[in-house]
């Protein structure tokens, strides 16, 4: 088959870039900047979804389009809502038979802006005329590690209460070139961590492994963004899909 990938240099896209081009597809990396290096049968088309530079060209041919395309915080909704927008309307003039949508789990209930862009991104893959399959899946372990990475370098970490329940990236590659290959399933699908896990518990566990002097810093975040993290807003205990690495599991040998 032939797709495209669009943020398929970013962790997650380019992952399932190496997994469709691993499974033998004709895989179109599509990204504002070209990767140092391609998995063999993928090659990197130049695209802006915020503009919609290089899409006509990208998608000449394509059958399925899989969008792992994310946006900094302050401008998400031009890359995420926008960008989705005229991505679907080059993906129907190019004859696209199915759009593969990568979102997050507990968007809806936890009252964040970034969360609500997910939220609108999705409305307009609802709203649009490609057949269309949703995957929504927990945080990925790298960007626990990273937000743990940054604030180590003040000798702290975040330990209000929070459950996250985080999932290997290369497991939600897995699961959404699966999807890709597939038919549209016309509604949403979750990928979720192995374990449900209190943020300060994976704080401790990320010092233990990396040495790293810092205090785990106890506390709640104020309210609905607090009750719903406390509440475990960004976890799902009864998906039926998981993830098989833990996060402890991850440091040993993160990829």
């Known amino acids: 088959m032939k797709i495209a990938v669009t943020g398929g240099t970013g962790t997650l896209g380019a992952r399932v870039v190496a997994e469709l081009a691993r499974r033998g597809h004709d895989v179109g ?17 130049a ?8 899409l006509d060209d990208a998608l000449r041919g394509v059958e399925v389009v899989v969008d792992a395309s994310n946006g900094p915080p302050n401008g998400a909704d031009d890359v995420l809502v926008g960008g989705t ?5 080059a993906e129907r003039a190019a004859g696209v038979r199915h759009h593969v949508g990568v979102s997050i789990v507990g968007i809806g209930d ?3 802006g970034y969360y ?9 893959i609802v709203r649009g005329e490609v057949p269309w399959t949703i995957l929504r899946a927990t945080q990925f372990h790298d960007l626990v590690a990273m937000l743990f990475g940054a604030t180590s370098r003040y000798r702290v970490l975040p330990g209000f209460r929070a459950l996250l329940q985080p999932v290997a990236v290369d497991e939600v590659a897995v699961a959404v070139a699966d999807l890709a290959v597939g038919s549209p399933r016309l509604g949403r699908e979750e990928i979720v961590g192995p374990e449900v896990v209190e943020l300060r518990d994976l704080a401790r566990s990320w010092r233990a492994h990396t040495g790293r002097r810092a205090m785990v810093v106890p506390g709640r975040l104020p309210g609905g963004l607090g009750r719903a993290l406390r509440r475990g807003g960004l976890t799902d205990r009864a ?4 993830g098989t690495t833990t996060f402890a599991a991850w440091l040993e040998h993160p990829t």
């Open 110 to 112: 936890v009252p964040m």
């Open 85 to 89: 927008r005229r991505l679907l309307a």
């Open 47 to 54: 695209v802006d979804l915020v503009t919609g530079a290089g």
């Open 29 to 45: 990396a599509l990204s504002r900047t070209a990767p140092a290096a391609l998995p063999t049968g993928a090659r990197h088309h």
């Open 239 to 242: 998906a039926p899909a998981r």
């Open 116 to 124: 609500r862009t997910k939220v609108a991104q999705e409305e307009e």
